[in-house]
């Protein structure tokens, strides 16, 4: 069988295995303060152009998600979000079980707009009961969105004008951000991405990681008392240079941004296979996601070489998700491309 | 100017205030453990017709509400609810303070299926990643709804077997529950109802009281420790006396029915000059909350003399909320009529 | 049985009932809007000399410590508190319910010093993991304490100066203040108390009303959406005015210290009774509660006509309380004084 | 400079890389449900001879420690530990963030004994009022100890059989498992301390691998749905075979106990140079942490060649902590031996 379904099915970038190798017996102090730590946070502060951005490497999504909205918020504050945001649907209630209420916004595509955000302050800013309801007060999106789609930068940039406004801090969950980046869709960098949120994250379990994500905090209203969060809930890593090693590897030589166009090289194929077999998709998705709508029995035919997620039903069709990474082989690809031909 | 904004405008019922006078001197241990709390259970357990029914008394519903749904589920449990149920629109996310997401069903009229919980349940159960999501583990509606609107005794039997089927626990919130009794549509017994929930609320705040719910819990596993939720969440009254009162005059002579039949009597007599001025309704309530759909001439002429509550637009009409309660009082009723013709 | 084993025995003075009574059959907004609750804090403002202070008024102290604390603190940081404090031992873990530590200081009568509290903060402060810690963030003591001992103006000065120079908002719990204020042994008035802290609540529950806790905010930093706390966590009564009532009525002609003033006399008759009766006392008191150091006979005997409480062994003495309070009858107290000369 | 101050200094054993290097391109599902965790699982089923047993793979301690308490502990139930306990001192209040109070007990060397549990109880069980107080329901102990002591197992089963009368699950932080076990002064076996608790976890992090700690549940009632408890706390690694590989690793061969063993070993040869030097301890420590009493003078003399930890001051002393580990050179260990003798 060969595997599609995920984009963390495979381990590290081998420079990373080989980083780890070379420095294992090295002493270093814990949590994160070590030198190759320091050297990591200085590589993605020069990515995005601001030597005072704080950067701190954290081991999974679910926690980053809950850690950042937890350090933000106060216990009678919401964060907005897509009713697609991994938060509202993926994460176990973790932001809940800190207290804060998830509100979400309905959702095509996965996308939110500011005049959806916009709408939701209005509404509260003039309910003479306001402290009957939760007060949102940040915005969480995810880019690309859960669904494989993307925020154009006038998109972006409006729902951050919003954000603005109404002193919304703006989270971007970029637990796919590579392959958003390389996109062949995206009209953003890197660096005008850091500028139109307040923190975000790097994904690098999905690209190129044994595990970890970069959280960087663009706002100095937002910076105090972060490494208190992390210990408490349980994401300062002991030896915290595993965390270093893998950013300061894929943040060398541009190796994060060669290795997500890589993946997303690999879903165009499968995407121009689809379209060219007339296979319908349940979203425009230009990244490394492609949800395919099968029936039954393309899907049972699929499936009887090929691992994929069952994303559930689009009326009588199979919502099926196919993921590429870093890892994805041609020869996968091929191997699939055949097979999509003949279903 | 008259007021008709909500069902606690007034204080309390006579009797309780006498009551409240009488005893003013006595000396009685704190916390509900004392005699008249002691009668008010009683007279409680005699209405329902379980003598082994937990009776607890509270100040108000948010922390009824928390409190009940803190003390059933486990940390990563959440409660299924209409979207328009009170927990979830305006407790200002009491329910997600206390770690646990609300989860919420489309709703109409505010009711929900047991239909739509049992969809809720198969597709959690067939879920491969289901400790990725929210267990549903919980049921709460409120009778009446939100919207005034009832549950057939029908509508309550099919929820409640499909709760019962998936071990779901049903908690009904009875912040208006007499208002709801007394309805001419209704077609549920106070002693049914308890035998169709597992724990279920009988509100006194809204229906004679100065404050107060009477917390029934019926199911055995439901029982143990609940004082320690309440005292820990800051629900139990040093002078707890004061919840036995209300309670033990409320349910002398059956006052708490007689007082609701009289709310729903004006709301009735209310309902049909609506219907005979040709004023539609956002919602078909036989409660003593009635929703009226009205124009911005015939809102502002309304609000000249009487006080009412705002629920927004619908298309471009204003929903206006009236309620009556146990001290709403004929002659006031008779103005409100008056003017009502006349717009 | 005549009992002295709490202050919340009784109900309320006449003078609230009265206004109770007349005022039944009002109508008023809800959730402490009211021109009652008004009139109350303007009261309350008065007596303290502030006019700028926020007034809220909530139903209980276990509620008002946890909504007061939880307001204050980020989510990793805790309170100081004597280990003796009612957060840290009675209240169900309510304050760590909220996700905060109790950082617990050694007490032998129930008071903190500035110095402990400093020296705290200095360990903290100099901790090079201090991240691994619970970061020190505001003070909680308690006037009079649990064990009825008091503050010297001294001692408070000293106490506010060093959490002043550390940012810690100091706050005061004064479920008994208006019988810590009437002590003989009293240097502090309200108006000194209301400066030498940044937030407190002036009890009423234990001092003539049926139930109530008055908190008056006086540091800007700590006012913004406390109305949202309060509603999330169940405190915000519907028939706010209830509690206006009460604190209007309390602060008229001052009745709230007049009656305090009696409790006191009352319970320095009965100390002056130990003291010729050789009765050893647990902690000096010069407030409402009394300690007893009574042998088991001698409790035994007391407790033939006497209800008081039991707060466990000194020793192989037992530690009884004795509780006077507003209600309590000269002929109550010529009768305990009667016994403890015989025992 | 030389590292003595921790035992997670390095990276992992190079079993564990070789394993990552081989295994980097397999393609396995995700969260720990892949083969290797399952080979993993059975290896430590088997080494505690109980196939039964649940075992789950968690990235850290805090982590660990959290998610078990959390899953265990009602609303209003707190965990009883010694003061000592890393729980109750040095992770941020991770246990209150969760909603739950540490119910500390005194300690001279970081055990705790069944007395002073049983105490514990019995006065929660005596107290009238035992509603307004915290409900003692589990008891956390660490072994070895945070002071690198040990439970003997005279005295771990007098704890288990208290803790089985009161119905107390106890878990066991087994943080630095291997060095408790292979202490020279330690007489209970792996197996034997799997059935004298209930939960306990096998600690990677500072044990030879690069992260990762194994709890194991024995008890039924404690296993179900902790998987959500997981996920919810951010504690599920997406790519869960890193934590498989390092212990199929670690428990293959019996390497666990065997680098265990090493680092006891130059634990003891550097007790035995304080000894020779007269150089006095803070804890009787038989384990790979030696807790060392060091004059200003010695201190800084053993700082201009080796980086220890510092941990505060006993009298005038210094109390130093040492720290052996998996990864310590012999060659390391003579340099401080040699320096131990000068200073």
Known sequence: MIHFESDYLEGAHENILKRMQESNLMQTCGYGMDEICESARKRIQKAIGNSKADVHFLVGG????LIVIDAILRPYQGVISAESGHINVHETGAVEACGHKVISLKSEDGTISGNQVKEVMENHLHDSNKEHTVQPAMVYISFPTENGTLYSKKQLKDLYQVCTHYHLPLFIDGARLGYGLMSEKNDITLKELSKLCDVFYI?????????????????????????YMI????????????????FDELFKDDLYFKISKHAIEMAMQIKQACIEASIPFA????????????SDTQYKKLSSKFVVSDFGKKNDMNIIRICTSWATTQNNTDALIEMLKTI
């Open 283 to 294: 979203y425009e998705s230009f990244t490394n996601q492609q949800f395919l709508l099968l």
């Open 203 to 227: 994904g690098g379990t999905k690209v190129g990681a044994l595990f970890g994500e970069a959280v960087v905090i663009t706002k100095d209203a937002l910076k105090k008392d972060f490494r």
């Open 231 to 246: 210990k408490q809930r349980g994401g300062m890593l002991a030896k915290g240079r595993m965390l270093g090693i893998q």
């Open 62 to 65: 679910t926690q980053t998600n």
